[in-house]
C-alpha cells in the first residue's frame, strides 16, 4: 500500500501579489501533470491573485499575462510548481 501513497498527487495553492497589476487583469498558469499540459487563470484584485490545483511532482511552470489589445504574451515568469504554499511578492518593472 505505501507505493500508492507515493504516487498519489497532493494540493497546492500558489498566491501571490505582484504591485503594478490592475484589478480585472487574466492571469494564465501552465503546468504539466503527468506528461499532460494543464492552464488555469485566475482574475488580480488589488494587485494579488491565487490559484489551486494538485501536482504529483515538481513540474516546471509558466505565469503570464496577456496584452488585452494585442493579444500576445507579456510579463512571463518560469519556474517550478510543487504540493504545498507557494507565495510570489514582487513589482512589475516596465
Known sequence: MLPLIAVAQQPFTFSGEIKGLRTGEKLFLTYSVEGKNKADSAI????????????KDPSKSTLYRKDAIKGNRVDVLSFYIEPGNIKLTRALTH
Open 44 to 55: 488580480v484584485t488589488d494587485g494579488k491573485f491565487n490559484f489551486n490545483g494538485s501536482i
